[in-house]
Structures are given as C-alpha cells and as structure tokens.
C-alpha cells in the first residue's frame, strides 16, 4: 500500500476540459480499490466554486511568493467516496470563466505547484508518490528537489509524471524561473529547464521526475521520434529507460449503457441491437435528420483542434455526404472549424448535424445512438472517445496512432476478427478508404457488422489492468 497524491489542472467529477480530467476521476478510484490511499490537488475554478463551493471544507490558509509579493492560498477540501480531493483557492488567479489560454498562465500554474509544495507542510502529508499530470505540473519535482532538498520529508518522496498531450508545453520567459518559481538561474544555464531562450514546464517534468509515464504504449514509443516528438525527443530518448506507455481505462460506472440515465433506452450486449435503432431515431431527431433506423450513423464527439485529424473530415466532406450516411459532430475549439462546421451544417440538414459547444448528455447519446465513431487524430496519446465508442458497441474508425493503434483491432474479413476500421497515413483518402470499409460491411455484411459490435463491447476498457501496472510502478519506485 503506498500513500499518493495525484497533482492536475482538472478533474471530475469537478472539472473538465478534455480526457485528462476523466483520468483524474478514475484512476484514483482504480488505485484506491488495488488498497492505496490516492489524494488529487486541483486549482478552484470559478465553475467549481459556482457549483460546489458550499459543499467544499475549509482547511487552512497560507502564503506563497510570487513576484517577490506573498500571495494567499486557501485549501478547501472534499471526500468523493474515499478519494479527498484538495482544491487550491486564489481568485484572483482561478476566478476565471475558463480554465486555461491566459497571458498569465505560467505565473497561474507556477502559483499551483508552489501552493501545492508548500501545503504539504501545512497538513503535515507526505505521501510517498507525488504523481503529476502534464505541463501544469511538470515544475514539482524540480521545486522540490531543488528549493526543497535539505527537507527530509521532501526529500523521501518519489516523483512520476504523466503525459498526456506532449503538444501543450508549458514554455514561458526565463525570467519566470527565479521570480515566479524560486529557483536559481543556473538551471537555465545548465539547459536542465531550458527550451529555446526561456524554460518549459514540460521538459522539467521529464527531466526531473523519477519515472515517467504517458498514456499508451504506442504514443510512449513515437514520442522519442521528431514527427511526434514536439521538438522534446532528445530529451525523452536521454530518459528512455525511465519511459513508459500505460493504456488509460474509463470509467465503466459513468459509461454504461445498461444504466446511462442521459440516453434514450438503456442496452448491454444482447439488447444492443434493437437498443441501438430507438437511440438512434431519438438522436436524428434530435439533430432534425432523416429518420431512417437503417442509415449508417457516424458519430464525432471531440474538441475541434488540429490533433483531432477534422482538417481530413473537411477535404472528404464532399465524399461523406454523398455517401450513404448520415454525420453528427459535437465540438467546440478553433473558430475557423467552427464556422467550417456551421456552413455545412446549414446546407447539409438531413444528411449532417452540428452541435457546437460542450454537452455532456449529448455526448452520452451519441456514443448510444451511432453505428461507427470517426476519430481519424493525427496524433492522439491516448484517447478515450474510442474507448467509450467501443463500450456503446459503436464502431470506432481510426487511425492507427497512439492509444488508437492499441485499443482498437482492425476488422479483418478472413479471421472476423477486429473491433473496428482503421488506417495508416495522415491522408484523407486513405481515411475515406476506411469509411468506405465500414459502409459495405454495414449494409452488405450484417452478420459481420453485428459481430465486430459485440466483439467491440467485450473489449476490455476498464482500470484494473492499467492501475496493476500504476501500482507496479510505485512499487518498483
Ligand atoms: P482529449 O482529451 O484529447 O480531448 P479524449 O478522447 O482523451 O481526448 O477525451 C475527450 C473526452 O472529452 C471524452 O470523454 C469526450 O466524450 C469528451 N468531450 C470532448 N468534446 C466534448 C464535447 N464537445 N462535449 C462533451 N464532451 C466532450
Ligand atoms: C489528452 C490526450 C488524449 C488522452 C487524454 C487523457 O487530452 O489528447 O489522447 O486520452 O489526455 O490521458
């Protein structure tokens, strides 16, 4: 049993941005079933304290120094069914509509870290793994071995850290590194932080921790190459034997289609069949489609950024529509894809729905209601809509990267094998290829499309294999 304290930028059930925040909410959960004790420390948004603030305790207040100016720390706290979440209050920097996109983010998340070394003290907590989650908390290990080495306490912890989008870096001014972060100049000189002219939370976290993660096998090995590297390969090829790939889960409570409360009929493998036509007619309804239960529904639940591969969806657009199939997509992100989105949305009603924002009911009924889910990323470090999709028996269409290459099995027509339809390059024909794939098998195959769904829900998505390997982890550390 080891003590750990998982330190993010989000999580539910709290707050959530995008998967790292689904993450946050169940491998804690996973880890406390295997007999650990699993805290998360995260900032106090605004939307949090609208929400929750008044089932939230007060724990205790401090000061950190930013700037050379004391800055004041509140640490209100909350047990979610034996997991105590920490939630670090400072409005001035967290009382904010969004989570994150400020000018002052590396002083915001530099405020975080250092609020969250120094409340260790404060409840004299230590646990034995400081587990850390992307660039937002990539500076603790630095921080604490460096401004906090003399401590014993301190100095006992082990540190790993996760990452979940190598693409978000956290690179700032240098002039940060003292002001901002206490410490000494001569880690930029000696390159330890260094990236470019000024430094880069990321790189530290990899640097420093004593083991590092990402969130499948497959990513963990193309991030050692400069195509997916992000200008971060030498570093992560230096820390190679430190360097491992673990497959996330999801939360098989939350995504369960014999109980989702969000969705029009509830299924599980033997009701899927005719489950799936009802949530599918409610659904086109919904987005003022034909309704038709026999057309093949693609569903898209994604933020609208260029990782995501939407620049391929748009150069086949033409094709899809064409196709016999209807499209629905809920995203929100990049204004350019929006206004994209809406113009096809306005001259396609019938045949392709948009909803843009984020809806968390919507999400659920589309994962119910969908024959296949396109996620054609370009890269994806993970990804847990596939996930999700395969949970719903809807058919992922993929490419063949990261946690995308390991959880979803190509469909293979001689063995009946796979648990969906993938692809190989970046390229939009090649993505189209495999849409076409899934349309003869949906309309000229049923007996095999009905196999890869049941064969699609059977597969394995939940924590308990990842978090034994978590576990292991800290273990071996
Ligand atoms: P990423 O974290 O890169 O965005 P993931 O596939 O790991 O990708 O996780 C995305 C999570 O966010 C999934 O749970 C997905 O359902 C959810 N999600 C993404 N966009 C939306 C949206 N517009 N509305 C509701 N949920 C969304
Ligand atoms: C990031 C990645 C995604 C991954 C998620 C949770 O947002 O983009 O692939 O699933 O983190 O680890």
Redesign the pocket.
């Known amino acids: 049993m080891k003590s750990i304290l998982f330190v993010a930028a989000e999580g539910l059930p709290f707050i959530?941005s995008?998967?790292?925040a689904?993450v946050i909410g169940s491998l804690p959960k996973a880890l406390l079933k295997q007999g650990h004790d699993v805290k998360v420390v995260l900032p106090l948004y605004k939307k949090m304290a609208e929400k929750n603030h008044q089932d939230f305790e007060y724990v205790c207040s401090y000061s950190v120094t930013i700037s050379y100016e004391e800055i004041n720390v509140n640490i209100y706290q909350q047990d979610v069914n034996g997991v105590i979440f920490y939630f670090i209050e400072n409005q001035t920097y967290f009382e904010r509509d969004e989570l994150y996109g400020y000018d002052d983010d590396g002083e915001r998340f530099a405020y975080f870290q250092k609020a969250v070394l120094e409340m260790l003290s404060r409840l004299d907590y230590f646990p034995d793994v400081m587990h850390c989650h992307d660039w937002h908390t990539g500076m603790i290990a630095t921080m604490c071995k460096e401004n906090y080495r003399h401590d014993a306490r301190y100095a006992a912890m082990k540190h790993v850290y996760t990452i979940h989008?190598l693409a978000y870096q956290g690179n700032f001014g240098k002039e940060m590194l003292h002001s901002c972060l206490g410490l000494n100049e001569d880690l930029f000189d000696c390159g330890a932080v260094r990236y470019d002219t000024g430094i880069s939370f990321m790189k530290s976290g990899i640097v420093y921790a004593d083991r590092i993660s990402t969130v499948s096998p497959t990513y963990a090995q193309e991030i050692l190459t400069t195509e997916y590297g992000e200008h971060l390969e030498h570093v992560l090829q230096m820390r190679y034997s430190e360097l491992g790939g673990i497959l996330n889960g999801i939360d098989i409570d939350e995504w369960n289609p014999a109980k989702d409360p969000e969705i029009t009929k509830n299924f599980n493998k033997v009701s899927v069949f005719k489950g799936k036509v009802e949530n599918k007619l409610a659904l086109q309804k919904r987005f003022g489609l034909e309704e038709d239960k026999d057309v093949m529904l693609v569903g898209m639940?994604?933020?609208l950024t260029s990782?995501k591969g939407l620049q391929l969806v748009l150069d086949q657009m033409g094709h899809m529509l064409k196709a016999n199939m209807q499209i629905v997509l809920?995203?929100?992100g990049d204004k350019g894809m929006e206004a994209a989105f809406d113009a096809i949305n306005s001259k396609n009603a019938g045949k392709f729905g948009f909803y843009r924002?984020?809806?968390?009911a919507?999400?659920h009924q589309i994962y119910a209601s969908c024959d296949c889910f396109l996620m054609p990323s370009k890269f994806e470090p993970?990804?847990?809509?596939q996930m999700?999709s395969l949970r719903y028996g809807t058919l992922p269409i993929v490419r063949e990267t990261g946690g995308l290459k390991d959880s979803v099995l190509p469909y293979n027509e001689f063995t009946k094998e796979g648990t969906g339809f993938t692809f190989t390059n970046y390229d939009s024909h090649e993505m189209m290829d495999a849409i076409n794939r899934a349309l003869c098998v949906y309309y000229d195959n049923k007996v095999d499309f009905k196999k890869l769904i049941k064969q699609a829900m059977k597969f394995d998505v939940c924590w308990d294999k990842s978090a034994q390997d978590y576990s292991n982890m800290y273990e071996y550390l």
């Open positions: 959530k995008g998967g790292l689904d989008n639940v994604t933020r990782q809920l995203g929100s924002g984020y809806n968390e919507l999400a993970c990804g847990l809509s999700i």
